[in-house]
């Protein structure tokens, strides 16, 4: 009976040695909201928040770089003031967060000090009205002009992307979003800029 009692201490002693063995390997670690969408790009094809962070301020830097864009603030002599159009959503994904795109759109552009923006309730009440006004219920020559209805000198408005490509043996969705800038006043285009992101996707480029 003693022999048992001792190999059952032995055997215990053993089982709590390997148990903390193996965990003292583990280490818990917090993420960051931003670690954590960086991890998620790592391991998902879905567009997460820290995407749209990121299209956002490239395109932004995009725009203050732009040569043509930087010859007409020469040329106008302040903040102009700007009328932002919708970014749409053209790639074949229904639930692409495109609005979480326009809002942060609007939100770097107004904190970018270089334009004066139509507030909000009348670009969406002139967006709702140009629609309608430019889907054929109009006679074109009676349709409204936002500039004229805002005193707006430019319109921003843009498209988004999607083409799935192959790169070494891995099918990649390659977004692009477009950004353009027109002069309404003159009808000319002021720039045109543009980003892409790529995302890995377990999804066949014949899938598409």
Known sequence: ????????????????????????????????????????????????????????????????????????????????????????????????????????????????????????AAREQMLKEITYQHDGMVDPKTAAKVGNQTGAQLMIFGNIYMKPRSRKGKTIKQYSVNIRMTNLSKGTEVLRVRTKLNKFSEKGGAGW
């Open 1 to 120: 009976m003693e022999i048992i009692m001792k190999s059952l201490k032995i055997w215990l002693l053993l089982l709590t040695l390997a148990t903390v063995s193996s965990c003292g390997g583990f280490k818990a670690k917090r993420q960051s909201g931003d670690e954590s969408d960086e991890a998620a790009m790592e391991v998902t094809d879905k567009w997460v928040s820290g995407d749209t962070e990121r299209v956002v301020k490239d395109i932004i830097k995009h725009i203050g770089n732009h040569k043509g864009f930087k010859r007409y603030l020469r040329g106008h002599g302040g903040s102009p003031t700007v009328f932002i159009g919708e970014v749409k959503n053209l790639t074949a994904e229904a639930y692409f967060p495109i609005n979480d795109i326009n809002d942060e759109f609007l939100n770097e552009i107004s904190a970018s000090g270089d334009f004066v923006l139509v507030d909000a």
